[in-house]
């Protein structure tokens, strides 16, 4: 099993500053098989990223996805209010089971 | 309207069984594969099963292997999770997504292991 490890656990920003969130896999993630996932409080997740760096439908620009191999980046350039939530990292395509990693709180502070 | 809709949740005693159902509309459910996935305040998400467009694949956790049997009903536009020797640890809000990238998540349904 591909283990995902999410860093920090929690991230403390304000609106407007740049948020860097960590997911390192166990073994390669082949072809960049990476997505993310924001949260929400009393939500189901939805797809932000794909293919390690591709926007998902409707996602802002502000959000940005990068790695390959082990190590893989979110980035949020500027946040919003509406961005504060949980994140995961989930690999898919080959590795069966598609992992998630154990998520990223990102909070006000 | 494109929306996916779980029910069958519900409490069931530890060794006992349930059927979970997911229904699709708004798009062609026939040409996306379908997943489960689970979410425990312990454990985060955790992806469970997956099944192909025309059933002929289906992949299982290890955790759920020989216990849950994920199927569907094309014409039905239905997916479904038949769960039995339930335990304590299968505790969990359930949700059915669309893909193998999960595109389109229902609200879920939440199932209840406990005596």
């Known amino acids: 099993e591909n283990v995902l490890t999410q860093s920090p656990g929690t991230l403390s920003l304000s609106p407007g500053e740049r948020a860097t969130l960590s997911c390192r896999a166990s073994?390669?993630?082949?072809?960049?098989?990476l997505a993310w996932y924001q949260q929400k409080p009393g939500q189901a997740p939805s797809l932000l990223i794909y293919?390690?760096?591709s926007r998902a439908t409707g996602i802002p620009d502000r959000f940005s996805g990068s790695g390959s191999g082990t190590d893989f980046t979110l980035t949020i350039s500027r946040l919003e209010p509406e961005d504060f939530a949980v994140y995961y990292c989930q690999q898919y395509g080959s590795s069966i089971p598609y992992t998630f990693g154990q998520g990223t709180k990102l909070e006000i502070k | 309207e494109v929306q996916l809709v779980e029910s069958g949740g519900g409490l069931v005693q530890p060794g006992g069984s349930l059927r979970l159902s997911c229904a699709g509309s708004g798009f062609s459910f026939n040409s996306y594969w379908m997943t489960w996935v689970r979410q425990t305040p312990g454990k985060g998400l955790e992806w469970v099963a997956n099944?192909?467009?025309?059933?002929?694949?289906?992949y299982y956790v290890d955790s759920v292997k020989g216990r849950f049997t994920i199927s569907r009903d094309n014409a039905k536009n239905s997916l479904y999770l038949q769960m039995s020797s339930l335990r304590a640890e299968d505790t969990a809000l359930y949700y059915c997504?669309?893909?193998?990238?999960?595109?389109?998540w229902g609200q879920g349904t939440l199932v209840t292991v406990s005596s």
């Open positions: 997504a669309r893909g193998q990238i999960l595109t389109l």
């Open positions: 099944i192909k467009e025309d059933g002929s694949e289906k």
């Open positions: 293919g390690a760096s």
């Open positions: 073994q390669s993630v082949s072809s960049g098989y």
